[in-house]
C-alpha cells in the first residue's frame, strides 16, 4: 500500500531548493533517509539516493513489532523534462505519478489511479512531509518523519 510509505511535518523554516522553479524537476533535496516514529502502525522509513543519470532511487520499509510489513521500490525519473514518481508497493509493477507545478515541495498526480491520487512531499529543515489523496485533495492520509542520515 502506498500510504504505508509516505512521510510528514511541518516547521516554520524556509522549503529546500527543488532545483526548480515550479517544482517539477527532479526534488534532489528529497535525498538521505527518513524515519517516522514508532506507532500502532509501526516505523516507516525512506530512503532516497542522490540523482544520477536523471532518476533518483529510493525504497521503504514498514517494521512493525520486528518484522516487516510493508515495503517499497521508489523511483523518481525525468520525462520530457517533468518528474515522474514509480513506487511499487510490494515489489507490484510501478504506477507512474507526474509531477504538477506547484510553489511547495513536490506534487506528483495520476487522476486514473483508484488511490491515492495525489502524493505531495514537502521538506522544512530536517522533517519531511507526505501526504496522500485523492486529486480533488480529499481522504488524505500524512506522516511525519525525521532525517536520520
Not at 506534487?107 to 491515492?116: G, M
Not at 522533517?127 to 506522516?143: F, N, Q, V
Request: aromatic share 8%.
Amino acid at each position: 500500500m502506498i500510504g504505508t510509505t509516505l512521510l510528514l511535518a511541518a516547521l516554520a523554516m524556509p522549503l529546500a531548493a527543488t532545483g526548480s522553479d515550479d517544482n517539477t524537476g527532479l526534488p534532489e533535496w528529497l535525498a538521505g533517509r527518513w524515519c517516522g516514529a514508532d506507532g500502532p502502525q509501526g516505523q516507516t522509513c525512506e530512503t532516497w539516493q542522490q540523482a544520477a543519470g536523471g532518476t533518483m532511487l529510493g525504497t521503504s520499509q514498514t517494521v512493525k513489532d520486528g518484522k516487516t510489513v510493508a515495503f517499497e521500490f521508489l523511483r523518481i525519473t525525468l520525462e520530457g523534462g517533468i518528474a515522474v514518481y514509480l513506487p511499487q508497493p510490494g515489489g507490484n509493477p510501478p504506477v507512474p505519478f507526474r509531477a504538477v507545478a506547484g510553489k511547495e515541495g513536490v506534487t506528483f498526480v495520476n487522476a486514473a489511479h483508484d488511490y491515492p491520487q495525489r502524493i505531495q512531499y514537502r521538506r522544512v529543515s530536517d522533517m519531511l512531509t507526505a501526504e496522500i489523496s485523492l486529486a480533488d485533495g480529499s481522504k488524505a492520509m500524512r506522516w511525519t518523519f525525521n532525517r536520520v542520515h
